[in-house]
C-alpha cells in the first residue's frame, strides 16, 4: 500500500501547523488530534488536514479557550454554528469578568502605591502592612 501524497510525518505535521513534534504527540494524548496506525516499517503518516485542526487548536487558545473547551468545539464542528456561538459568548462574558476583576485589582494596587508614596514614614510600609492583615 503506498503512502499518499497528501499526508505527513509528524515531523512535517508539526513545522506546517507551527508547532513542536511534543505538541502534536500531547494533542494525540489528549485526543485532540487522531493518531494514525504506525506501519509495519517506516512512519506514522497525518492527513493533510491535520494541519489545519492543529492550527485551529493554537487560534482558539489563544483566544482564552481551554483545551477541554476546544475539543468540545471540535465535536460541535461547522454544522452547530449557533452552539459554537454560545461558546463563545460565553467565553466573552468570563473574559470580561476577568477584565473587571483585574481592574479591580489594579485600583487596589494603584491605592496601596499611593498610600506608599505619601507616607513618609520609614519604620513601616502600607503596602506589607496591607498584604500581612495589619493595617486598619
Do not use: W
Not at 516499517?41 to 489563544?62: C, L, N, S, W
Amino acid at each position: 500500500m503506498g503512502i499518499n501524497k497528501k499526508t505527513l510525518t509528524i515531523g512535517h505535521l508539526a513545522r506546517a501547523a507551527g508547532v513542536n513534534i511534543e505538541t502534536v504527540r500531547y494533542y494525540q494524548r489528549v485526543a485532540l488530534i487522531q493518531e494514525p496506525p504506525k506501519p509495519l516499517e517506516g512512519y506514522r503518516h497525518y492527513p493533510a488536514d491535520t494541519v489545519d485542526r492543529i492550527k485551529f487548536i493554537k487560534r482558539a487558545q489563544q483566544l482564552g479557550f481551554s483545551l477541554k473547551e476546544i475539543a468540545e468545539l471540535l465535536e460541535l464542528g461547522n454544522k452547530r454554528c449557533m452552539d459554537v456561538r454560545t461558546r463563545a459568548e460565553e467565553k466573552r462574558a468570563h473574559i470580561d469578568q476577568q477584565i473587571n476583576d483585574l481592574k479591580k485589582l489594579r485600583k487596589t494596587l494603584d491605592n496601596l502605591i499611593k498610600a506608599c508614596q505619601t507616607d513618609n514614614d520609614t519604620a513601616h510600609c502600607p503596602i506589607v502592612e496591607t498584604l500581612s492583615g495589619q493595617s486598619s
